[in-house]
């Protein structure tokens, strides 16, 4: 793990006992933040800024006293200097393999019977701080997700309750937060209608959450402070009440004799009990422990709720981190779901569904312009773009200034653009593939745009049409093409140093290739479409392309694909666009492939 700190060095068990001492405190109203441009009040800065996306982190109480006065301790109490980074060292590091990690020191109140309403004041005031700095200084634009547990969790819900109301262009580059460990009502929810609860396993800009407990409880459990909260189930990331078996699980993160957190096979299965608003663990042994925590001896494992799922929660964050990326060139506002488009006659439509599928137009690109909208300023909306080979200009409308124009010249004749991010860093390069000699060209974000440092891959050739996507779910387009007359695939993956890989799919006059996540796994899957009988054929990557389904009777010859997740599930749903009559269709894969449509 890189950190700028050395400091975890405790035996992970010691962060399960409670502590009673009073060490410091700070006790009053005092509400002038800590200042975050100190580097002490970090526990955690990346050495190195070298992922996509960032998770911004808040551990749970690791100070308290039993005195019933409502008191905070000091931002440099002992306690937390020990204890804080012991819990990072077993729920954030979950995050670590696919994120870079920030986490604040911040200042905590005591366990009183009113602690929610306290954990508002200087907790809240000083992890809002943290964050704002961390957007300011740190997060360069980058999408992030949040993370948190117990008083964390709560400070997070205060948090995504305040400021993110406040600065409703963050939301956008949200793909998750994982609230875990503190109720998150229907209340709150309804309270709070721009926060969207998780509904299943790929779905970004949601709340995740859950309190863990054993079946029968012969206390009240005080972590719920008498709330229902609102659960999903983190083995099968449902809402259903049906038990997910350990076999369901990916692993668990549990301390051994020596208290060193190690992984063991999936310890903790899992089943919603909605009624309670809690995740119910039968599997778990509440005398070993209860010799771990004292609230395990009663069946509260909420010292466990990361560890019992920590590789799940690696798994689901990589799962949607990878759903927000390949999904932005369709999002043009940014509220997780794909927009109706359609460039005709020089102009690009485009329907928003966070206004009512309110009907913008740019004239732009000129004749013989092919569209080709991305996130080119990674503001975590799509920017309206378009390619003209014969003036070999590429036009940006960037919604990060306003939808200022910008452009690039680049290519010529016989050149088509390519959407893609080549070097994962959330910003579309622009790209071109031209079938003869068989070339995708890239002009990296990350390198200036320099012709020195232009990315390309030979693949490829004439008859061959252009299918890049990010089939290997390392957050990188892969260079990818398709050869109708016999359905094969060629696609260099990125993630295994561009070793060519192909499979055979459906094949046919007029097919073209239309990827795109369709399972909802963070990887492309080999979708085709044939316009003559409106045929969708896909091969899934979640079963080893092994498997292959499809829609028929959906499109017809005048209609072209606009593939995109327009439901916000975490996956991909077929679309037409027919220009003769304006109207776009949709199947909806989170309501059963229901059939939408508009006209404009």
């Not at 503190?182 to 709150?188: D, F, G, M």
């Not at 045929?535 to 389904?549: E, N």
């Amino acid at each position: 793990m890189e950190t700028t700190k050395k400091i975890i060095g405790l035996k992970a068990g010691l962060a399960f006992v409670v502590l009673v001492i009073s060490l410091s405190c700070e006790q009053g109203n005092a509400t002038v933040a800590t200042d975050y441009s100190i580097p002490a009040h970090w526990l955690n800065v990346p050495a190195a800024t070298n992922k996509a996306v960032d998770v911004f982190y808040l551990y749970p109480t690791s100070w308290t006293n039993s005195g019933p006065v409502p008191e905070y301790c000091a931002i440099d109490n002992p306690q937390i200097l020990s204890n804080a980074p012991v819990y990072f060292a077993h729920q954030a590091t979950a995050f670590e393999p696919m994120a870079n990690l920030y986490a604040p020191f911040y200042r905590q109140a005591n366990l009183t019977p009113n602690d929610p309403v306290y954990v508002a004041g200087i907790p809240t005031t000083d992890a809002t701080a943290a964050f704002d700095y961390y957007l300011q200084h740190f997060n360069r634009g980058r999408p992030f997700m949040l993370a948190g547990h117990s008083q964390g969790a709560n400070v997070l819900s205060n948090l995504l309750a305040e400021y993110v109301k406040a600065h409703p262009s963050i939301l956008a580059r949200m793909i998750a937060a994982y609230v875990i460990g503190y109720p998150v009502t229907a209340q709150y929810l309804a309270d709070n209608s721009y926060l969207k609860f998780a509904e299943g396993p790929g779905d970004t800009g949601v709340i995740i959450s859950y309190n863990t407990q054993a079946p029968v409880v012969p206390i009240a459990n005080p972590i719920l402070w008498g709330l229902v909260g609102t659960v999903i189930n983190p083995l099968t990331w449902a809402r259903t009440e049906i038990l997910a078996t350990t076999n369901q699980g990916f692993g668990s993160f549990m301390p051994d004799t020596n208290g060193v957190y190690v992984r063991v096979p999936q310890y903790a299965d899992a089943r919603i009990d909605i009624a309670r608003g809690v995740l119910i663990c039968s599997t778990a042994d509440t005398n070993a422990l209860g010799r771990i925590n004292t609230l395990a001896r009663f069946g509260i494992y909420h010292n466990f709720d990361y560890p019992f799922y920590y590789f799940n929660i690696r798994s689901n964050a990589a799962n949607r981190i990878q759903n927000y990326l390949n999904k932005v060139c369709f999002d043009y506002d940014g509220d997780g779901k794909a927009d109706p488009a359609a460039y005709q006659d020089g102009q690009l439509i485009v329907a928003f569904s966070s206004s009512g599928y309110w009907v913008f137009g740019a004239t732009m690109g000129g004749p013989g312009g092919i569209e080709c909208s991305a996130d080119f300023d990674g503001d975590g909306q799509a920017d309206p773009a378009v390619y003209n080979p014969t003036t070999r200009l590429l036009s940006v409308l960037f919604s990060s200034r306003s939808y200022a124009l910008g452009g690039m010249s680049m290519g010529g004749d016989g050149c088509v653009p390519v959407v893609g991010d080549f070097d994962g860093d959330c910003k579309a390069d622009p790209a071109l593939y031209v079938a003869s000699p068989g070339l995708v060209v890239a002009w990296l974000s990350n390198a200036g745009y320099s012709n020195a440092y232009a990315f390309s891959a030979s693949l490829g050739g004439a008859g061959w049409l252009n299918a890049s996507a990010d089939y290997d779910g390392d957050g990188k387009t892969d260079p990818a093409v398709f050869e109708p007359a016999s359905g094969k695939w060629q696609v260099l993956l990125s993630g295994q140093g561009y070793a060519s890989y192909g499979w055979p799919t459906t094949g046919g006059a007029g097919v073209v290739p239309v990827p795109g996540d369709y399972d909802g796994d963070g990887k492309a899957d080999l979708m085709v479409y044939q316009p003559a009988g409106g045929l969708w054929m896909c091969t899934f990557s979640a079963q080893g392309y092994t498997t292959t389904g499809g829609i028929a009777g959906f499109g017809g010859p005048t209609m072209g694909a606009r593939g995109g997740d327009y439901d916000n599930d975490g996956k991909a749903d077929p679309a037409v666009y027919d220009p003769v009559t304006r109207s776009f269709y949709v199947r909806l894969s989170g309501s059963g492939y229901r059939l939408v449509g508009m006209s404009w």
